[in-house]
């Protein structure tokens, strides 16, 4: 994996470089840590040297950790080579005798990248020096440098974990300016092959908004690169992962791909920048401030909104309470929505919220770029965190998410209903006609009698012999897209939900 590296390091790099630079680092016998080799090595040499095979020693460590059991003080234990060791002497000596091996090649790594990143940075300051080193190595390194060693793994510790590891899904993203999204886009998918992960990965100039699936070692290692990666992680922290029961089978494919935008506002980062958002609370405050909100007597005439920034059938099966929930089905329909309802939001204080943040960063700036509102506001990490500190808090129902779960679920309550008999129900199905992708909530007893389409025009398409529709023939012509607006008016008042 590449290490970046300090600028006052750079001297003693240098030095290590011109004892390595002629190596062949891949072959581990040459890295040897003998007597030989350590005879031929002056001072600052030896001392990368001590880096690496250091690092290298405490990352493969790091991969063992597993949670210790709730009732022992410590909070981590170590598995390897199907044993668990319970203090850090023995998961030590048990890696200096087993797996010297798999240190010297990750040690050989880490130098060669120490190499590579001296030799560029020289390169770089004669050629351009505004570009940072770390888009340099992003552009000219070597892949497989950026994949995280999984040879000490067997393939179904990799693939599906072991006893209760039922595996996890990750949801992340960081803006940041990325000279080549092309490069990174290639990386990202090696990156998830490697580790088995499927999901969804978007990657454009202005960051990355990924969503993975895959064992919960998977899920670590790609955590631990992600946060190691010189081009990350000066943005990106252990916070901005938010992580849930899943898995690989959560979604059908991996898709990787470069866009203009990391969420699909419909408006270029060139003109909404994701620089300019709005304040971020964080749940704690958010949680303050929807208190102080709910409070009040007389909601309407408040000078807050409380602003759900996602789908209308993301917030009919989950939503803060007394929230204004936008009858829009596409994120990109936000602008426009806020154009169409701008008094709403005219010398108010609104508070803004979706799943994870990642919508709430260009929203937040989209409507303060129209300089209407007094305060923008946005509840950092979204409903999931959120949900993680106040489970029982201001937020009924399930939380929408975008794979085959549909749902998850944090407190018992149910806000949505049966669309058929009006029966408390909140699991979403696919509308059961082919050309049609509508979700439907239909509860058991009314699938029973048939009703599984989204709607009567949908129900009769059902009934006919099933045509075999062309790929990406889908289409949603039925009712419910018919009689709903595209971007619907909240008049002069907020809509708010109960």
């Given amino acids: 994996m590449p290490s970046s590296t300090s600028p006052d390091q750079g001297e003693d790099l240098e030095a290590c470089v011109l004892r390595f630079s002629d190596l062949d680092l891949k072959d581990t016998s040459v890295i040897n840590p003998s007597s030989s080799l350590k005879a031929e090595l002056d ?54 005798t087993r797996h010297a091996d798999e240190i010297c090649h990750q040690t ?8 590579v990143t001296l030799s560029s940075s020289k390169s770089l300051k004669s050629a351009d020096k505004r570009t940072p080193l770390i888009d340099y190595l992003a552009q000219n390194h070597d892949m497989s440098s950026w994949l995280p060693e999984t040879s000490c793994f067997s393939p179904d510790e990799l693939i599906s974990g072991q006893g209760s590891d039922k595996g996890e899904v990750l949801l992340y993203y960081c803006y940041l300016d990325l000279e080549d999204p092309h490069w990174v886009c290639a990386w990202q998918t090696a990156l998830c092959q490697h580790l088995h992960l499927t999901g969804k990965v978007r990657i454009a100039t202005e960051g990355i908004n990924g969503t993975v699936g895959g064992s919960k070692l998977a899920t670590r290692l790609y955590v631990e690169v992600m946060l190691s990666c010189p081009l990350f992680k000066d943005y990106l922290c252990k916070d901005d992962f938010k992580t849930s029961e899943g898995g690989a089978s959560c979604f059908s494919e991996l898709r990787v791909g470069v866009f203009e935008e990391i969420v699909p506002m419909g408006i270029s980062p060139n003109k909404i920048s994701y620089k300019k958002p709005g304040i971020h609370l964080s749940p704690g405050e958010f949680h303050k401030e929807v208190e102080k909100f709910l409070s009040r007597a007389n909601q309407e005439q408040s000078d807050t909104i409380l602003l759900d920034c996602r789908n209308f059938y993301e917030s009919k099966i989950g939503r803060f309470q007394g929230c204004l929930a936008p009858d829009i089905r596409k994120f990109s329909y936000f602008p ?23 919508r709430c960063e260009r929203g937040s700036a989209y409507l303060k770029a129209k300089g ?29 998410v975008f794979d085959e779960r549909y749902a998850l679920s944090y407190n ?71 009689r709903r607006p595209r971007i619907p008016s909240e008049l002069s008042q907020q809509a708010q939900l109960p």
């Avoid at 020693?57 to 909070?75: C, G």
């Avoid at 939001?345 to 990642?358: A, D, N, P, Q, S």
């Fill in 43 to 96: 001072v600052n040499t030896k001392k990368k040297y001590s880096f690496a095979k250091k690092k290298a020693f405490a990352l493969f460590v790091k991969t063992k950790e597993v949670p210790a059991p709730s009732f022992e003080y410590k909070e981590k234990w170590w598995k390897c080579c199907q044993q668990l060791f319970t203090d850090q002497t023995s998961i030590h000596r048990h890696v200096a």
């Fill in 372 to 400: 209407v509102c007094k305060e923008v506001f946005q509840l950092k990490g979204g409903i999931h965190k959120y949900l993680e500190e106040f489970p029982d808090g201001f937020y009924k129902g399930k939380l929408f």
């Fill in 336 to 358: 426009s929505y806020v154009d169409k309802n701008l008094e709403l939001f005219r010398e108010k204080r609104v508070l803004m919220y979706c799943t994870g943040g990642i």
């Fill in 412 to 482: 018992s309550d149910i806000v949505s209903e049966c669309s058929s008999c009006g029966a408390p129900w909140d699991q979403y199905k696919l509308c059961s006609t082919l050309q049609c992708r509508q979700l439907v909530l239909t509860c058991p007893a009314c699938q029973g009698q048939g009703f599984t389409a989204c709607c009567v025009t949908c129900q009769e398409k059902g009934n006919r012999p099933a045509l075999i529709p062309a790929q990406n023939s889908f289409k949603e012509e039925c009712e419910c897209t018919a």
């Fill in 108 to 115: 050989a790594s880490i130098l060669k990248q120490l190499t």
